[in-house]
């Protein structure tokens, strides 16, 4: 049960676009579609933005979208606003029926 | 609207134990998988077991296996978290979510409560 890897920071001037990449195994990101991505601001519970590697719930902006090639998911969030600055997180559905989380990636609008 | 409400963290000894409630509301909770997941100060989000809605298919992180056991009561539209045998690096927000897969798709952790603190200290 490891982690999945993120980068431990990203930033971004307000209207670019970042992406955040989540690597994981053939026995978790590789070999489902359920992976999903939580937005955390500080002292709140996460959100979900993302599930199924790319389907927005109800209520999420078309600005966050999600993709994934192999073992490697990404989240991109164009169009950068000041209320993006948050925590991100991936988690993946693993082989094992467990599931798991990336280690979370700071997300910084300068 | 969905609700979610932990309760029962608090201060405990290392080596003892503690029951968390995770209240239920806005949905139908016999019908959707619950988790818990928690995460220590300043850290990251930590998977910690999950339940099917008929409580057939458990799972725990192999960090709190044989220590924990969750469990529900769809009756009362409530989960648990039994936590025995508490170390110092169980100290954390545990946060109770809703899973399960609907006609949209399957989301492994869709609505979260607001969590419980539980902290181990001598």
């Known amino acids: 049960q490891s982690a999945l890897t993120q980068p431990a920071s990203v930033s971004g001037s307000p209207g670019q676009s970042i992406t955040i990449s989540c690597t994981g195994t053939s026995s978790d990101v590789g070999g489902y579609k359920y992976v999903s991505w939580y937005q955390q601001h500080p002292g709140k519970a996460p959100k979900l933005m993302i599930y199924?590697?790319?389907i927005r719930p109800s209520g999420i902006s078309n600005r966050f979208s999600g993709s994934k090639s192999g073992s490697t998911a990404s989240l991109t969030i164009s169009g950068l606003q000041a209320e993006d600055e948050a925590d991100y997180y991936c988690?993946?559905?693993?082989?094992?029926?467990?599931?798991?989380f990336g280690g979370g990636t700071k997300l910084t609008v300068l | 609207e969905v609700q979610l409400v932990e309760s029962g963290g608090g201060l405990v000894k290392p080596g003892g134990s503690l029951r968390l409630s995770c209240a239920a509301s806005?949905?139908?909770?016999?019908?959707?998988?619950m988790n818990w997941v928690r995460q220590a100060p300043g850290k990251g989000l930590e998977w910690v077991s999950s339940i099917s809605s008929n409580s057939v298919h458990i799972y725990y992180a192999d960090s709190v296996k044989g220590r924990f056991t969750i469990s529900r009561d769809n009756a009362k539209s409530s989960l648990y978290l039994q936590m025995n045998t508490l170390r110092v690096e169980d100290t954390a927000v545990y946060y109770c979510?809703?899973?399960?897969?609907?006609?949209?798709?399957?989301?492994?952790?869709?609505?979260w409560g607001q969590g419980t603190l539980v902290t181990v200290s001598s």
């Open positions: 979510a809703r899973g399960g897969c609907t006609s949209d798709g399957c989301k492994l952790f869709e609505y």
């Open positions: 806005g949905f139908t909770f016999s019908a959707y998988a």
């Open positions: 988690s993946s559905l693993t082989s094992s029926s467990s599931r798991v």
């Open positions: 199924e590697v790319s």
